[in-house]
């Protein structure tokens, strides 16, 4: 079994948002989560909630587990 890298996902996070040309300010404000904690995931520091994954999936129209990075679409 591979071990879980959490670069993986605020490096896929990043990306969605720069494909929508979204800022974190915005995002957060959209997912109704706080701008440090998307700056947090994108940095590395934390992990988010299953909950906070599910948001996430939910607005860029992507699977949890891409970004997990289980898969890679």
Avoid: C, H
């Avoid at 948002?17 to 701008?35: C, M, P, T």
């Avoid at 940095?43 to 129209?61: D, L, N, V, W």
């Amino acid at each position: 079994m591979e071990q879980y890298d959490n670069k993986i996902f605020g490096e896929r996070l990043k990306m969605l948002r720069a494909e929508k040309n979204i800022g974190q300010n915005l995002l957060a404000k959209e997912l109704e989560l706080s701008n440090a904690s998307i700056s947090y995931w994108e940095t590395g520091k934390q992990m988010p909630t299953a909950e906070a994954i599910f948001k996430i999936a939910q607005y860029f129209g992507v699977s949890a587990d891409y970004l997990l990075g289980i898969t890679d679409d």
